[in-house]
């Protein structure tokens, strides 16, 4: 692969993260909805961290490569996930994450491959994010499965901060 696949890449991984943090603002809100008051306050931390990601890929992207713009992101598709339970959000937030980390691991093959260091060194926080994060939802969902609906409320109140 070339310079310009992995900056084509990394340019397009922008939107991947602005649909992260858009995901997690509604699973946010549906669990507002459904008074799961902990786990709303959970993902909308994970959206404030996913924003700050679009700041930092954007930022990286102009400052590597003058001549490469980020494409706009608000052509993106409108979120409508079907949500029945609060498990089903950790669930859909669990395979968002390792979507996005399997994307940032295709970003480092190429970059790998074009010998650019420097985008390795850039994906490696966002790499160990995405594990942690997989490893964190992973335990979640395991947690909510194997609870009856008035424990998910409880579990639920008694949220440690994540």
Excluded at 6 to 25: F, G, N
Excluded at 72 to 99: F, M, V, W
Excluded at 109 to 127: C, E, H, K, S
Aim: glycine residues 4%; aromatic residues 8%.
């Amino acid at each position: 692969m070339t310079e310009s696949t992995t900056i084509e890449m990394v340019s397009q991984h922008v939107a991947s993260e602005e649909l992260a943090a858009r995901t997690y603002r509604y699973l946010a809100s549906w669990c507002g909805v459904n008074g799961y008051d902990g786990s709303e306050s959970f993902f909308l931390a994970e959206a404030a961290d996913e924003t700050r990601h679009v700041v930092e890929w954007q930022s990286y992207t102009v400052d590597r490569w003058e001549d490469q713009t980020p494409p706009p992101i608000g052509s993106q598709a409108e979120i409508s996930h079907e949500i029945a339970t609060l498990c089903d959000c950790y669930d859909l937030a669990l395979r968002l994450e390792k979507n996005v980390l399997d994307a940032i691991n295709q970003i480092g093959r190429a970059a790998m491959q074009a010998g650019d260091l420097d985008v390795i060194r850039f994906l490696q926080p966002y790499t160990q994010v995405g594990i942690s994060s997989i490893r964190e939802l992973t335990s979640i969902v395991q947690q909510l499965d194997q609870l009856d609906d008035s424990h998910v409320v409880l579990w639920d109140r008694e949220r440690p901060e994540g």
